[in-house]
């Protein structure tokens, strides 16, 4: 069961799919249908006109053309959520997150209608990551055993003075078989190089797959991904922290 939050941590949330070739007509338009979905999800229009450059690779010679288009970015009436699209991915960034249900009611019907639209379209990388920051006015800066397991921070305890730390991060990684879970925590400290003056801790979990997906295959990684995410966010994690949080249900 996926605990929920009234205050969670979450600094951003986001969901992504690598499409698995580029889709050059995305350069010039959208489709009809996905204008009228995007206009009702995100209604703030802000594309942006680019102008790159590509090989084109034949039998006897290469060659470099000048390719222009646009990247269209929609924002939500309160920008905290934005969608970027473009020829070679679509992606959803939230800034205040509803809900994991929220996000594949949005998310899929905006992937579906690329399905319907391109030929031979299917995903080659899908990604799901949850970034925490938590952020607690203490002066106990580097203290954080009341709110995380210990196992988290184990190389806090390394230096024989722990306030010359500025910074102090981890990086681990998980194989669950059909799907990748990047685990990276610490203290990123925005006033590093200086030592850390301020009590505040990251916890982001970035779970992906890299493959050739159909609709049926992203809908249920992103259920995989969400499921495994949030169970490492609850081991991560002491009660004092989500007494902090306040949990609103269970499901």
């Known amino acids: 069961m996926v605990k929920k939050y009234r205050t969670p941590f979450l600094k951003e949330v986001i969901v992504r799919l690598d499409y698995s070739y580029p889709i050059t007509q995305l350069i010039k338009t959208l489709p009809d249908k996905l204008k009228t979905i995007l206009a009702l999800l995100f209604p703030i229009s802000e594309p942006k006109e680019f102008v790159g450059r590509e090989l084109v690779i034949s039998m006897d010679v290469t060659k470099e053309k000048i390719v222009e288009g646009t990247t269209w970015i929609f924002h939500s009436m309160d920008r905290q959520k934005t969608l970027l699209i473009d020829r070679e991915n679509v992606n959803i960034s939230y800034k205040t997150f509803d809900s994991f249900d929220v ?149």
């Open 103 to 251: 996000l594949k009611q949005e998310f899929l019907p905006i992937v579906e209608v690329l399905f319907e639209s391109y030929k031979d379209f299917q995903g080659k990388r899908l990604g799901l990551r949850y970034i925490n920051e938590v952020k607690l006015d203490e002066n106990n800066v580097l203290d954080w055993s009341e709110y995380l397991d210990e196992k988290l921070l184990t190389y806090l305890e390394f230096p024989e003075d722990p306030s010359l730390i500025c910074r102090a991060f981890n990086n681990l990684e998980l194989n669950y078989g059909d799907f990748i879970l990047r685990f990276r925590y610490g203290i990123h400290n925005s006033d590093y190089p200086a030592r850390i003056q301020k009590k505040s801790f990251i916890l982001d979990y970035d779970a992906y797959y890299q493959g050739l997906q159909n609709l049926e295959d992203i809908t249920q990684n992103l259920d995989k991904f969400n499921e495994a995410i949030h169970k490492i966010f609850e081991q991560s994690i002491r009660d004092s922290l989500r007494s902090k949080m306040g949990v609103e249900n269970s499901g």
